[in-house]
């Protein structure tokens, strides 16, 4: 092949690859949820947070408001030790889909039309130090949901862990 050929074939071989130099190409991330849990005292707070772009993987099928609906109307959620003795007292979760525009057909391309769902549970625990773990029922209403990412946060520590279909047991001690 001559010097002229190889050039060329270089050319036609790199210009996809130049014309997508500002493009961001990201991994997709898996269908996950993150939950912040916080122990103060005796209140427990769970803090959800999907991803925009992680809701149409965790519910392909199902409106936004619909998942919202589905996880505010669900009575456990969560499941702390029955030794602490924890009481729920507040549920609430939030997300909606953004109305389409069609005057900014552009801005579709770039921004989603979903927004993320974001909610709390709270409980009062009688007997906090006898928390030893959280099972999480995400699954029953997110049946497609592949991770969990956790933080946990109480007074004396901190930890993260990870729960998947096969591990909801979130452990406090």
């Known amino acids: 092949m001559s010097l002229h050929r190889l050039i060329i074939v270089c050319l036609i071989i790199a210009s996809p690859l130049l014309s997508a130099k500002n493009q961001l190409h990201r991994a997709v991330e898996p269908a996950k949820v993150n939950l912040d849990i916080n122990l103060s005292g005796q209140e ?13 993987l965790i519910a392909p099928d199902t409106s936004i408001e ?29 997300g909606a889909s953004l109305p389409e525009d069609d005057n900014h057909q552009e801005a579709h391309k770039t921004t989603s039309s979903i927004t993320p769902i974001n909610g709390f549970v709270t409980y009062t625990c009688q007997h906090p130090k006898q928390l030893t773990y959280i099972i999480s029922h995400l699954a029953e209403v997110l049946p497609e949901l592949k991770e969990t990412h956790v933080w946990l946060i109480t007074e004396q520590w901190q930890n993260k862990q990870r729960l998947t279909p096969k591990k909801t047991t979130i452990n406090i001690r």
């Open 66 to 94: 619909t998942v919202v609906t589905e996880l505010s109307e669900h009575k456990t959620l969560f499941s702390p030790d029955a030794a602490a003795q924890c009481t729920q007292h507040s549920q609430r979760f939030f």
């Open 44 to 56: 427990l707070t769970i803090f959800l947070s999907v991803a925009e772009t992680a809701v149409p």
